[in-house]
T-cell receptor, first 112, second 116 residues
Framework: AQSVTQPDIHITVSEGASLELRCNYSYGATPYLFWYVQSPGQGLQLLLKYFSGDTLVQGIKGFEAEFKRSQSSFNLRKPSVHWSDAAEYFCAVSGNTGKLIFGQGTTLQVKP | AAGVIQSPRHLIKEKRETATLKCYPIPRHDTVYWYQQGPGQDPQFLISFYEKMQSDKGSIPDRFSAQQFSDYHSELNMSSLELGDSALYFC???????????????FGPGTRLTVL
């Protein structure tokens, strides 16, 4: 069955520190992978996506993610976190029909 | 740039009532997806349409139905509402690539449905 696991429900980092949010997926074929960010009561904004090609993808707001097929992972990274990055982050996978299967989400808190 | 429009933004209904949620995709996007996000939960896929035909179906209750119209807007109809239907309902639109290749989805702001 297709699934996405985000092992960290809640992460707290200091402003200026680096960030890595973990994502593992289970999918039979080559997946399309996404990271979305959601502020409280708001919609989902796409940070970055992986369809094919270079396994290190760059996104908006200084985020990047690396697709590692051997580990079934698509971890999100940012070298220096800003207070405005505090939000909930969802990793998602889709196949040919396009429907997104989301992970449980990781809530990021940023300490001043 | 134009975004996905959802209406209404907030809706309060009583149990057993009906509700209709509307979604207007980004111009030239021919695919629409509906998701339901319960409190503290991740979004769950309900149903999708491509060129006005249902393309995929997820965990959508039989009490719910949806369609996509000739202008590509979509409506989600919910009947016999239950307390558990209270959630944020998102619509997303996407342009299909050449040959029907899947593309990224752009999400609307959501409709918050509260069932009392």
């Amino acid at each position: 069955a297709q699934s996405v696991t985000q092992p960290d429900i809640h992460i707290t980092v200091s402003e200026g520190a680096s960030l890595e949010l973990r994502c593992n997926y289970s999918y039979g074929a080559t997946p399309y992978l996404f990271w979305y960010v959601q502020s409280p009561g708001q919609g989902l904004q796409l940070l970055l996506k992986y369809f094919s090609g270079d396994t290190l993808v760059q996104g908006i707001k200084g985020f990047e993610a690396e697709f590692k097929r051997s580990q079934s992972s698509f971890n999100l990274r940012k070298p220096s976190v800003h207070w405005s990055d505090a939000a909930e982050y969802f990793c998602a996978v889709s196949g040919n029909t396009g429907k997104l299967i989301f992970g449980q989400g990781t809530t990021l808190q940023v300490k001043p | 740039a134009a975004g996905v429009i959802q209406s209404p933004r907030h809706l309060i209904k009583e149990k057993r009532e009906t509700a209709t949620l509307k979604c207007y995709p980004i111009p030239r996007h021919d695919t629409v997806y509906w998701y339901q996000q319960g409190p503290g939960q991740d979004p769950q896929f309900l149903i999708s349409f491509y060129e006005k035909m249902q393309s995929d179906k997820g965990s959508i209750p039989d009490r719910f139905s949806a369609q996509q119209f000739s202008d590509y807007h979509s409506e989600l109809n919910m009947s016999s509402l239950e307390l558990g239907d209270s959630a944020l309902y998102f619509c997303a639109s996407s342009p299909r690539g050449l040959g029907g290749v899947v593309n990224e989805q752009f999400f609307g702001p959501g409709t918050r449905l509260t069932v009392l």
